[in-house]
C-alpha cells in the first residue's frame, strides 16, 4: 500500500481569469501534511473485467463506484494515454477528510497514477505530471509531494529546497466546502493584503500564512471562524482556511505545544 498524504496551502493568492479555460490563475505555497495520509495500492485485474474499487475508512461521494472515483479515473486516463485495457482494482483506505480543502482526491489520483506507471512502465515523468494536470490542479502534486510554490492554476510546480518542518495542527469541521463557490466568492479584507511572493527563505510562516479564498468562506460558515479561534486560544500563532475549506489549521511553537492543543481540542473537534 501506498502512503499519500494530504495537504494545506500555507499562503494562496487568486489571480485573473484564464480566457483558455476559464479557471483562476493563483499563487500558492503547498505542504504535505502526513499527519493525516491515505492509503492506495493499483493491482491488475483479469482482461475484461474494467476498473474496480475497494473502499474502506472514510465514506466519500459515490461510495464504491469506480466511476464517481478521482483514482479510478486517474488510472482510465493512463490508460487512455496509453492504449491499454484499463483492467485494475485500486484498493484505498480512506482517511483524508472529503470536501476539506486538502487535497484527498488529489492525493488519491496522484499515488494511483504513481501505482500504475510502477506496473506498466510507460510514462515519463513530463507525461504523467500532464495526465495529473488535466485531473486536477492539484493532483501534481502528489507526484512528488514535498513543499512546493505553484502557479498556474496550481499545476506548475517548484519545490521548495530545505523547507523546515513545520508543527502544524488541522480541524476538520465534518462538511464540505464546494471549490467552485470559494472561487466564485472570494474577496479580502479592505484593511490587509497578502506579502510578497514568493516568499523569502527565511521567513517565518506564522507571520506569511495567508489564502485569499478563506475570507469568504470563514464568514459563509459559523464553524469554520470558530475552529479558527480555537486553535487560536489554544496556542496557535495563526490559523487559516486551508484551501477552499472547510479543513483549518494553526502552526505551533513546538510539537510539545501542537499535541497539547490536539488533546484540548480534540474533545470538541475532529483534529487530524
Not at 504523467?128 to 488535466?134: Q, V
Not at 498556474?152 to 467552485?180: H, K, N, R
Not at 479580502?188 to 475570507?215: H, I, K, Q, S, T
Not at 482556511?241 to 511553537?253: A, M, Q, Y
Request: charged share 20%.
Amino acid at each position: 500500500m501506498r502512503r499519500t498524504p494530504a495537504k494545506v496551502n500555507l499562503y494562496l493568492t487568486v489571480g485573473d481569469l484564464r480566457p483558455s479555460d476559464g479557471r483562476h490563475n493563483i499563487q500558492t505555497v503547498f505542504y504535505p501534511y502526513w499527519r493525516v495520509v491515505d492509503q492506495l495500492a493499483v493491482t491488475p485485474n483479469p482482461v475484461g473485467k474494467g476498473m474496480t474499487l475497494e473502499l474502506s475508512g472514510r465514506s466519500i461521494p459515490g461510495g464504491g463506484n469506480p466511476r464517481e472515483n478521482l483514482a479510478c479515473r486517474a488510472v482510465e486516463a493512463y490508460c487512455r494515454k496509453f492504449g491499454i485495457p484499463a483492467d485494475f482494482h485500486i484498493t484505498l483506505q480512506k482517511a483524508i477528510p472529503v470536501g476539506g480543502g486538502m487535497g484527498g482526491g488529489s492525493s488519491d489520483a496522484g499515488a494511483a497514477l504513481l501505482e500504475v506507471d510502477d506496473l506498466m512502465h510507460l510514462a515519463t515523468p513530463r507525461e504523467l505530471h500532464g495526465i495529473a494536470a488535466e485531473l486536477g490542479a492539484d493532483v501534481p502534486l502528489f507526484l512528488n509531494p514535498v513543499p512546493s510554490l505553484a502557479t498556474g492554476i496550481g499545476d506548475i510546480l517548484t519545490p521548495m529546497e530545505d523547507f523546515p518542518e513545520l508543527q502544524l495542527l488541522a480541524i476538520y469541521p465534518g462538511f464540505a466546502s464546494p471549490v467552485a463557490w470559494a472561487y466564485k466568492n472570494w474577496k479580502r479584507p479592505e484593511d490587509a493584503a497578502p506579502m510578497p511572493f514568493p516568499p523569502p527563505a527565511d521567513v517565518n510562516w506564522a507571520n506569511y500564512l495567508w489564502n485569499d479564498l478563506g475570507f469568504a468562506v470563514e464568514e459563509k460558515y459559523p464553524p469554520i471562524h470558530e475552529a479558527i479561534a480555537a486553535l487560536k486560544d489554544h496556542g496557535a500563532r495563526n490559523a487559516i482556511v486551508s484551501g477552499s475549506g472547510s479543513s483549518v489549521f494553526g502552526i505551533f511553537d513546538s510539537a510539545e505545544m501542537r499535541e497539547q492543543a490536539r488533546t484540548a481540542l480534540s474533545r470538541d473537534w475532529e483534529t487530524v
